[in-house]
């Protein structure tokens, strides 16, 4: 039996939990409901910004997004852009590569390229490139928004986007999907525009897809290069608007995308997906964007709305629409709207809050939020907010070619999936109420061996990033088993011995070399004197940080990470860092 207390948890097997009100059972199907294709997110306009942060930011930044430790993903859209013409807010105006027609500058957007380049590195397997505008020349107003596709472009529209693959693949970097309109039910005007967007009639889609992918086609790339459509903003439009094109190019089609922005009810998201299979057997649809909501965590109360929440809440409230998409809906990809934004609605240097804190004035469209006054203030921090730790579930499990069992029985629920891979098996489940609930899972029969339970601690709407966590500075015990294993999450910690958070100050005396503490809680100036050597007057204060301790048995501080030896022996000792310049293997 496994406890769930009311937080998403993620686990393989073995860890119990406590505070057990109820028992359910629920049993894993042996057959695989469907295939998974990926998660991941899009890598629209925030590079804009970012590509003007350090160098060390920006691969801190990659590793959050592509690596195993930060989100994992396996799915990045990349956009090619329009060049901004018209578009008032210059992070959503990307350059564009296109010069005239069969003429490219394959020099611009170093800022999207940057990234796409470091998804491709990172081992991301689907690579998708992503228009909302065909060059300007192309569109009836001249410009990258507020106007219409002009039919008859289609050959030299597929052309552009064509050579653009291309033109990546030669350089190495496979992008395996292609998507030439981007909610084509909006031209996002009036000039000027808040982004990029271009109106495509649904009588000139087919022509839309008909120019890419013979442009596909004769570069050889057809086979190897898939084409989304439509990605119409809503459920209901797409459905409503299939019929009159679709049939003409179905055979063209990869798979069916479309995004949520009409926050569909169970019932709704399931006619559609019906209706799809109905009448183009054999094709997939999928969920490409979906940004910007409030809500309760169950999912109830969710829709378009402004306002920043980095809560708990609003992280399951959006974990709710993941397991929509993945388990009532049974899509076999999600990606969420953009990865990175700067929509926090408050200014971080001035009110120490502003990330942690909900506003009315910020969106909820990102996963990771920076200070868009970065240009002019120097903050290069990132932002992370609880959205982020949910969705690095799906991320960091729901991998390509990894199936979905079903999971049935009175313990069942709507919040709830299992994923296999060759090896293991790793159930993802969220409990959205207050009460804590107990889930008796019975597991088909397996030559498999099974692996140990990590799961979200109760306390985690109460930490932040713990760098002692990332740091492998913590491990755990499994109970099973008895081994110990590296904390590598802020997951990590059982109730039993709960994270320990202080602040506290660094100081090392420059007389005798030696460091010491004070905490913050207790500390006054008149404190400020080297416990070693009672040298009172040349202490150097260092910046005050949190300090995350461990407690119980079954929690110890990493050895590895440690160079003295008394600290070693210290298992439940709070950590700070000193830097090697200060200070070569001294810790008082």
């Given at each position: 039996?496994?406890?769930?207390?009311?937080?998403?948890?993620?686990?393989?097997?073995?860890?119990?939990?406590?505070?057990?009100?109820?028992?359910?059972?629920?049993?894993?199907?042996?057959?695989?409901?469907?295939?998974?294709?990926?998660?991941?997110?899009?890598?629209?306009?925030?590079?804009?910004?970012?590509?003007?942060?350090?160098?060390?930011?920006?691969?801190?930044?990659?590793?959050?997004?592509?690596?195993?430790?930060?989100?994992?993903?396996?799915?990045?859209?990349?956009?090619?852009?329009?060049?901004?013409?018209?578009?008032?807010?210059?992070?959503?105006?990307?350059?564009?590569?296109?010069?005239?027609?069969?003429?490219?500058?394959?020099?611009?957007?170093?800022?999207?390229?940057?990234?796409?380049?470091?998804?491709?590195?990172?081992?991301?397997?689907?690579?998708?490139?992503?228009?909302?505008?065909?060059?300007?020349?192309?569109?009836?107003?001249?410009?990258?928004?507020?106007?219409?596709?002009?039919?008859?472009?289609?050959?030299?529209?597929?052309?552009?986007?064509?050579?653009?693959?291309?033109?990546?693949?030669?350089?190495?970097?496979?992008?395996?999907?292609?998507?030439?309109?981007?909610?084509?039910?909006?031209?996002?005007?009036?000039?000027?525009?808040?982004?990029?967007?271009?109106?495509?009639?649904?009588?000139?889609?087919?022509?839309?897809?008909?120019?890419?992918?013979?442009?596909?086609?004769?570069?050889?790339?057809?086979?190897?290069?898939?084409?989304?459509?439509?990605?119409?903003?809503?459920?209901?439009?797409?459905?409503?608007?299939?019929?009159?094109?679709?049939?003409?190019?179905?055979?063209?089609?990869?798979?069916?995308?479309?995004?949520?922005?009409?926050?569909?009810?169970?019932?709704?998201?399931?006619?559609?997906?019906?209706?799809?299979?109905?009448?183009?057997?054999?094709?997939?649809?999928?969920?490409?964007?979906?940004?910007?909501?409030?809500?309760?965590?169950?999912?109830?109360?969710?829709?378009?709305?402004?306002?920043?929440?980095?809560?708990?809440?609003?992280?399951?409230?959006?974990?709710?629409?993941?397991?929509?998409?993945?388990?009532?809906?049974?899509?076999?990809?999600?990606?969420?709207?953009?990865?990175?934004?700067?929509?926090?609605?408050?200014?971080?240097?001035?009110?120490?809050?502003?990330?942690?804190?909900?506003?009315?004035?910020?969106?909820?469209d990102g996963l990771i939020y920076y200070d868009g006054n970065y240009a002019r203030n120097g903050?290069?921090?990132?932002?992370?907010?609880?959205?982020?730790?949910?969705?690095?579930?799906?991320?960091?499990?729901?991998?390509?070619?990894?199936?979905?069992?079903?999971?049935?029985?009175?313990?069942?629920?709507?919040?709830?999936?299992?994923?296999?891979?060759?090896?293991?098996?790793?159930?993802?489940?969220?409990?959205?109420?207050?009460?804590?609930?107990?889930?008796?899972?019975?597991?088909?029969?397996?030559?498999?061996?099974?692996?140990?339970?990590?799961?979200?601690?109760?306390?985690?709407?109460?930490?932040?990033?713990?760098?002692?966590?990332?740091?492998?500075?913590?491990?755990?015990r499994a109970p099973c088993c008895k081994q110990w294993y590296d904390c590598a999450e802020c997951?990590?910690?059982?109730?039993?011995?709960?994270?320990?958070?202080?602040?506290?100050?660094?100081?090392?005396?420059?007389?005798?070399?030696?460091?010491?503490?004070?905490?913050?809680?207790?500390?006054?100036?008149?404190?400020?004197?080297?416990?070693?050597?009672?040298?009172?007057?040349?202490?150097?204060?260092?910046?005050?940080?949190?300090?995350?301790?461990?407690?119980?048995?079954?929690?110890?501080?990493?050895?590895?990470?440690?160079?003295?030896?008394?600290?070693?022996?210290?298992?439940?000792?709070?950590?700070?860092?000193?830097?090697?310049?200060?200070?070569?293997?001294?810790?008082?």
């Open positions: 039996m496994v406890a769930l207390p009311s937080r998403i948890i993620i686990y393989t097997l073995g860890l119990l939990l406590v505070h057990v009100t109820r028992v359910t059972p629920a049993t894993i199907s042996s057959s695989p409901a469907q295939t998974f294709n990926g998660i991941g997110g899009s890598g629209a306009w925030w590079p804009n910004d970012l590509w003007h942060f350090p160098e060390a930011t920006r691969q801190n930044l990659a590793s959050l997004l592509f690596s195993q430790s930060g989100l994992g993903l396996s799915s990045y859209r990349y956009n090619i852009g329009a060049g901004g013409v018209n578009v008032s807010n210059p992070t959503r105006a990307p350059e564009t590569f296109f010069v005239r027609n069969g003429v490219y500058n394959f020099d611009a957007d170093q800022q999207g390229r940057y990234f796409l380049n470091e998804a491709a590195k990172r081992g991301v397997s689907s690579l998708t490139a992503f228009a909302n505008s065909a060059p300007p020349s192309l569109t009836s107003g001249g410009a990258s928004c507020n106007g219409r596709f002009v039919s008859g472009n289609g050959d030299a529209y597929g052309t552009f986007l064509a050579d653009v693959i291309s033109h990546f693949h030669s350089q190495g970097v496979n992008i395996s999907l292609i998507s030439p309109m981007n909610e084509p039910d909006s031209n996002f005007g009036p000039s000027p525009c808040g982004q990029e967007g271009m109106q495509v009639l649904p009588n000139q889609r087919a022509e839309v897809v008909n120019g890419l992918w013979n442009a596909l086609q004769a570069r050889g790339l057809a086979s190897t290069v898939g084409i989304l459509a439509d990605e119409s903003s809503s459920l209901g439009s797409a459905v409503n608007e299939y019929s009159s094109w679709l049939p003409q190019v179905i055979n063209k089609v990869a798979a069916l995308v479309h995004h949520t922005y009409d926050f569909p009810s169970d019932s709704s998201y399931t006619n559609y997906v019906s209706n799809v299979r109905n009448q183009f057997p054999g094709k997939l649809s999928w969920m490409s964007e979906i940004c910007c909501s409030l809500g309760n965590a169950d999912g109830s109360g969710k829709g378009w709305s402004g306002g920043y929440d980095p809560t708990i809440k609003n992280a399951l409230m959006f974990s709710s629409l993941v397991f929509q998409s993945l388990v009532l809906a049974n899509e076999p990809h999600y990606d969420f709207w953009t990865l990175v934004s700067n929509g926090l609605g408050c200014s971080p240097q001035n009110n120490p809050s502003c990330a942690t804190s909900p506003n009315s004035n910020g969106w909820n903050n290069f921090q990132l932002y992370i907010k609880k959205q982020f730790w949910t969705y690095k579930h799906f991320g960091n499990f729901v991998k390509p070619g990894s199936q979905r069992r079903a999971i049935t029985g009175s313990g069942s629920t709507k919040f709830m999936m299992a994923v296999t891979d060759s090896s293991h098996f790793y159930v993802i489940a969220m409990n959205p109420n207050s009460a804590d609930t107990t889930l008796a899972l019975t597991f088909p029969e397996s030559n498999g061996s099974l692996g140990h339970l990590l799961a979200f601690s109760r306390y985690l709407g109460k930490i932040e990033m713990c760098k002692h966590i990332l740091n492998a500075q913590v491990s755990i997951h990590g910690e059982s109730q039993t011995h709960p994270l320990a958070k202080t602040a506290e100050m660094a100081f090392i005396c420059k007389k005798c070399k030696k460091a010491f503490r004070k905490n913050m809680s207790e500390y006054e100036e008149s404190d400020e004197y080297c416990p070693h050597c009672d040298n009172h007057y040349v202490i150097e204060a260092k910046t005050p940080q949190a300090i995350v301790g461990v407690e119980g048995e079954d929690a110890r501080v990493d050895n590895r990470m440690l160079k003295d030896d008394r600290v070693k022996q210290s298992t439940n000792r709070s950590l700070f860092t000193i830097n090697s310049d200060d200070l070569t293997d001294k810790v008082g």
